[in-house]
């Protein structure tokens, strides 16, 4: 069993149009040995946008989410200690805090991102 931390375009790829994921991002978001954690910092973002107007999402989709097995990563203190550590590679608040979660709890990230391969943290596409 593998451990793996989605970013917002894997989730909403994920649950909407699964074919724009890469193969292995596919492989380990859908095999059910794996465990696929989402960031609350993934959940706020999409709350922003949708607030906005910026993006749509169906009633309920947050707790259609735990239903299809994803399960949500917290925001604790060791990653937001990582964060600090992060050089500014990136201008994205919400993917620094994702590179932090996943260098804090030792997993990869499920992400199309280039950006984020500059932070040297495990990479799943």
């Given amino acids: 069993m593998a451990t793996v931390l989605v970013d917002t375009c894997s989730l909403l790829w994920a649950v909407d ?12 978001i859908g095999s059910e040995e794996n465990r696929v954690l989402v960031s609350a910092g993934t959940l706020w973002e999409l709350s922003i946008k949708a607030g906005l107007g910026k993006l749509e999402l169906p009633e309920g989709f947050f707790e259609e989410l735990a239903e299809m097995g994803y399960e949500t990563l917290g925001i604790e203190n060791r ?3 990582e964060y600090r550590k992060l050089p500014l590679h990136h201008r994205d608040p919400f993917d620094r805090l994702l590179v932090a979660q996943s260098k804090a709890e030792g997993i990869p990230l499920v992400t199309c991102d280039p950006e984020i391969a500059k932070y040297g943290t495990a990479i799943v596409w």
Avoid at 17 to 28: N, V
């Fill in 79 to 81: 990653h937001l200690a």
């Fill in 17 to 28: 149009t699964p074919e724009k994921l890469g193969d292995g991002a596919r492989e380990a």
